[in-house]
């Protein structure tokens, strides 16, 4: 139940994005407009806007879209509040994002349907919010990015992706991987890697996870946690470790190789000595 007004503002310079979370029992917005794209989704009770004169209602799980320059308000449904996330793409972002698809620069995608059922899509979007302020390796915060953008765009703008067919392009998917094995190390991102074999980001995520049945920040953080596992049967410290195999500090290493493994790193480290005991006694 909701039961107290709220909320956050944020700014990722990574990905040169602002975003939004917040509850609003009484709080209303009127009406005005923006000069980027706004994303939004209800994460509890009912919210309501006007756009264009006409009523929308916004359920949990509802979808928002709104293009630069559109009029809206926003509000609660009724006196129980609401809660939601928003992004705010600029313009940049989305041509970009259809450069990625089409090859095309300078075009703009525009959105009709302001008020979108799309569960598939929200967790999309929703998987790119939590990760703006948490941590997370750039390059997924990056492929999180092209894929939530690019679709939407092809599902709910006038734009489409060429009709192609994603072909197993081996000799670029091992390239990628020997770069993501070379370079461990450094804070990799998307882009960087995609440049490296000659694809587009949006073509990369997708012939990537084809080939290998993983995305390329997953196959990334499996590298880095196979070289910390050896990396532990030396002895070095883990805060050493964490900047060695290119996590932000040691806090992220744990957490994801707790995630991977089930297990933190010095629960492994100690099950390591414990098994080298045993040998020592055998």
């Known amino acids: ?46 919210q309501s806007f006007s756009h264009h004169r006409i009523k929308h209602l916004t359920p949990p799980g509802g979808l928002i879209v709104l293009n630069p320059g559109d009029d809206h308000t926003g509000e609660p449904a009724d006196n129980k509040g609401f809660e939601y996330r928003a992004l705010y793409p600029t313009p940049r972002h989305m041509e970009e994002a259809v450069f990625e698809m089409t090859g095309v620069t300078g075009k703009l995608p525009m959105f ?81 890697i995609a440049k490296q074999v000659g694809l587009s980001r949006f073509y990369f995520l997708r012939v990537f996870r084809d080939e290998i049945g993983m995305p390329p920040h997953a196959y990334l953080e499996s590298v880095r946690i196979n070289k910390s596992k050896q990396l532990l049967e030396t002895g070095l410290p883990l805060n050493q470790i964490a900047i060695e195999t290119g996590f932000s500090d040691q806090s992220h290493f744990t957490n994801c190789f707790k995630r991977q493994l089930g297990v933190t790193p010095g629960q492994y480290l100690l099950e390591i000595k414990n098994r080298y005991k045993f040998f020592l006694v055998l």
């Open 112 to 192: 009709s349907n302001v008020r979108i059922d799309d569960p598939e899509l929200v967790k999309s979007f929703r998987a790119l919010h939590l990760s703006l302020n948490r941590e997370t390796a750039p390059i997924e915060r990056e492929s999180l990015l092209i894929t939530a953008l690019t679709q939407l765009i092809m599902r709910y703008s006038e734009i489409y992706a060429p009709s192609i067919t994603v072909k197993k392009d081996h000799h670029a998917v091992q390239q990628a991987c020997r770069y993501m094995h070379d370079h461990a190390a450094e804070g990799l991102t998307l882009t960087e």
């Open 1 to 46: 139940m909701l039961t107290k007004e709220w909320n956050q503002y944020g700014y990722n310079p990574q990905l040169d994005l602002e975003f939004y979370r917040a509850v609003c029992i009484q709080h209303g917005f009127p009406l005005h407009m923006h000069d980027y794209y706004v994303i939004c989704f209800i994460e509890q009770g009912l």
